[in-house]
T-cell receptor, first 112, second 114 residues
Framework: AQTVTQSQPEMSVQEAETVTLSCTYD???????LFWYKQPPSRQMILVIR??????QNATENRFSVNFQKAAKSFSLKISDSQLGDAAMYFC?????????FGAGTRLTVKP | GAVVSQHPSWVICKSGTSVKIECRSL??????MFWYRQFPKQSLMLMAT?????????EQGVEKDKFLINHASLTLSTLTVTSAHPEDSSFYIC??????????FGEGSRLTVL
């Protein structure tokens, strides 16, 4: 079965600074998607960014970008110019049409 | 964007009763729906994957007779917690996949079994 590993239970960043959250995964599939989701205290899952495995170009979404290393099965999230509203749990996820699994999560704290 | 509606958002029931949670995709047809359970301060644990018109695929360790999943149409999946007990108290989240790599989540349902 596919697995997703987030090795950083907690991370902290100063407001306006940059932080990188790590994620690795394991799969034998060649066609899949990778996601980063944010979960605030409301517990609603919010999509931050999505990457299609067949695309070599790293996805970016405003202040959020990923470093996708397919051979290494690594998918890190970089948050630039961190804002107080970025504080939340962040989950890395692997998915295809019939499977969708999450890492353990990283709690991000943003210091003013 | 696409919306997935999940309800009830919060339900309290007595031990031994059954509770049904609905997950509905409002503006798209979901080829696959996923059901997750989330304990406090933990990740989402995949319980089962359901495709319209077929039996759900349950993850190892998830009791299929306890957690009944029905995916009757391309826009509706239900999770029924049968004979609920306090240990079934948890946050349950559904998500719906479009088939093109997009996934949308419901708001979640908090179940408390007394």
């Amino acid at each position: 079965a596919q697995t997703v590993t987030q090795s950083q239970p907690e991370m902290s960043v100063q407001e306006a600074e940059t932080v990188t959250l790590s994620c690795t995964y394991d799969t034998s599939e060649s066609d899949y998607y990778l996601f980063w989701y944010k979960q605030p205290p409301s517990r609603q899952m919010i999509l931050v960014i999505r990457q299609e495995a067949y695309k070599q170009q790293n996805a970016t979404e405003n202040r959020f970008s990923v470093n996708f290393q397919k051979a290494a099965k690594s998918f890190s999230l970089k948050i630039s110019d961190s804002q107080l509203g970025d504080a939340a749990m962040y989950f890395c996820a692997y998915g295809n049409n019939n499977d969708m699994r999450f890492g353990a999560g990283t709690r991000l704290t943003v210091k003013p | 964007g696409a919306v997935v509606s999940q309800h009830p958002s919060w339900v309290i029931c007595k031990s031994g009763t059954s509770v049904k949670i609905e997950c509905r995709s409002l503006d798209f047809q979901a080829t696959t729906m996923f059901w997750y359970r989330q304990f406090p301060k933990q990740s989402l644990m995949l319980m089962a994957t359901s495709n319209e018109g077929s039996k759900a695929t349950y993850e190892q360790g998830v009791e299929k007779d306890k957690f009944l999943i029905n995916h009757a149409s391309l826009t509706l999946s239900t999770l029924t917690v049968t004979s609920a007990h306090p240990e079934d108290s948890s946050f349950y989240i559904c998500s719906a996949a479009t088939g093109t790599g997009e996934l949308f989540f419901g708001e979640g349902s908090r179940l408390t079994v007394l």
